[in-house]
């Protein structure tokens, strides 16, 4: 497959997929495609790029399109129970799950099924695929990274808590040194969950660190579904990690001065140069757990908005381009992966002006951008605040501020 013309493209869709480079996979997917319409392969990618960003019904109709020509792909089988089970058909998921048990799976199928297992709290099955996988736990699967997290998936339905934890240390650093931040994020989730059901002593503090971890790792790649789930499992967090416990009676800071912006938050302090993303963090404050309209934070005639993303798209693409290359891996994909997006973004916005159906779009994209980068420069300022106001604020059409427990603010 991989020595046919198109087997390079697939190469190149599979890094920029674990990549978190999606544009540039279903790109290559469908040039793939063209070169083989009859093979399973590329639709293959490109369904499993659709589900990695949470559009899983359109990943279902591509992977039913795939099996209506190649009913017996047991990849493409196995690929509509995930889609499934993150539906929440979990009927007819497990149907699937039921037809992947014959035979010897190849590892990919396994680490589909083991998905599909763990979302259905499967005991029965995560038990039948424990020793298939643990054939090939020292094993990095094309587009699902190690082995190793589906063995910790498994493991974990079927309460061997402390062998699911090493396994998902070693998927962990397998997907980091593979440069994979998409995988990262999923086994962080993943190995959070085990934590937090396991809750032994330091369990929580962890759990709660490798989520927030994860989900800033999703809103980064605009995976909004999973950024979301994430999000809510924090917010309804109630104890924080020790470093990250303010004096309840203490008064944050959080105002505009001639230099920039004075934080206080707990016993920490800090002066951050001025940008856009902090002052619809203020605004956000000041509503004081009202949701706000990206319009309503983005200042000026919505006329001009267009022309203004795009500068402040070529601003940002001329930053990440002007950075020194991350020695990390994963902190080197997720730099290439916002430079596809931006990329992109000003590719859309040259060929067409901004109708006004789009204005809200425009606003949310603008909106979410400066509020990443805001937070980016206040983790090294300032870091707890950093961390709660990533558990706290909510971005999208409507953007929110609401925190674990009430925060006292002094803002300006």
Known sequence: MLTAPWGPLLRQGSQALLEGRFRECERLAGEAAHLAPTEP???LLAATACREQGRASEAELLVRSLLADHADFQEGQALLGAVLADLGRDGE???????LGAGDPPPAVLALAAEIAAALESEEHADALAGPLARHAAECVGCHGSVARHLGLVCHVLGRWDEAETHFQVALDANHAAGAPVL??????????????????GDWERAIELLAQAAAIYRRLEIERLAEDAEA????SQDLTPADRPDRTAVNVFRRTADGWELAFGEGRALVADSPGLAHIVALLAADGRP???VDLVEGPETELSERVADEYRSRLAEVDGQVVPADPVAAALARAERDLLRAELAVLSESSCPATAIGDRARRLVALRIRTGLDRMDEALPALGRHLRRSIRTGTFCLYEPERPERWKIR
């Open 41 to 43: 392969e590329p639709l």
């Open 292 to 294: 706000v309209h990206v």
């Open 184 to 201: 990262v994020a999923h086994t962080r989730r993943h190995y959070s969950a085990l934590l937090r059901a396991r809750g032994g002593d």
């Open 233 to 236: 499992i924090l917010r309804r």
């Open 93 to 99: 998921a497990r149907r699937q799950l039921d037809l």
